[in-house]
């Protein structure tokens, strides 16, 4: 536009400066859970990355799936065994403990139903790691469900540099009358613990959040 002089908050075709940032902003958002989501993809071991359709099972598996109180503490002892370390030795022992043949398992990254399906991809991630401590915080049972509130430590490698993580997380569980679990889901950033280390992406998801914790 001929003659026009951009005031520091308005630009010459009217568009706020703060609209622009915002859109600026979102861009590099999308830019970089798409490129997370790429990765996922290529990492993914099974499951389903949908996040829709995850909730979608999860609210369909809490109808499906009722708690049984009577092991409840034993199911809880065998939970925090299982995840207090994921490089032990004898990782598969432990969670065929904990877990029953069928369940709804969702860690926010992958969905699995089968028992063997999740020691699988469970064991292949505990070699991956270098180090890994899960430390309970706190259980709180209500009936049948039971929320343990934890703080995960882990270090691995990934895109050819050392990953060292700590990260806040909370579980949904529910078990059998054996004390195995039957539902478990997880509540966990696994953005901020695991892909804002990584190069590129990593780069995005913090200068997205630096931006929009300052506009």
């Not at 997370?36 to 999860?58: Q, T």
């Not at 995960?152 to 700590?166: E, L, N, P, V, Y």
């Not at 997880?186 to 901020?192: A, C, K, L, P």
Request: charged share 20%; net charge positive; hydrophobic share 40%.
């Amino acid at each position: 536009m001929r003659g026009c002089r951009p005031s520091p908050t308005i630009d010459c075709r009217g568009r706020t400066m703060a609209a622009m940032r915002f859109r600026k902003q979102a861009a590099i958002v999308i830019l970089a859970t798409t490129a997370a989501a790429i990765i996922v993809g290529c990492i993914a071991r099974g499951g389903d990355m949908s996040a829709e359709l995850n909730a979608s099972l999860y609210h369909q598996s809490l109808e499906a799936l009722e708690g049984d109180r009577t092991h409840v503490n034993l199911g809880i002892a065998r939970f925090t065994r299982a995840f207090e370390d994921l490089t032990a030795a004898d990782l598969e022992q432990r969670l065929t403990d904990l877990y029953a043949d069928m369940l709804f398992f969702n860690d926010t990254i992958h969905t699995f139903h089968r028992r063997d399906d999740l020691i699988t991809y469970l064991v292949g991630t505990g070699a991956l790691l270098k180090h890994s401590h899960v430390e309970i915080d706190q259980v709180i049972q209500d009936g049948g469900d039971v929320f343990v509130r934890w703080t995960m430590d882990f270090q691995t490698r990934a895109a050819g540099r050392t990953i060292h993580s700590k990260s806040i997380g909370m579980t949904h569980l529910r078990f059998n009358s054996r004390g195995q679990a039957v539902l478990h889901q997880d509540f966990w950033d696994s953005g901020h613990a695991l892909y804002a280390h990584l190069p590129v992406v990593g780069f995005a998801i913090r200068s997205a959040r630096k931006r929009m914790q300052n506009p």
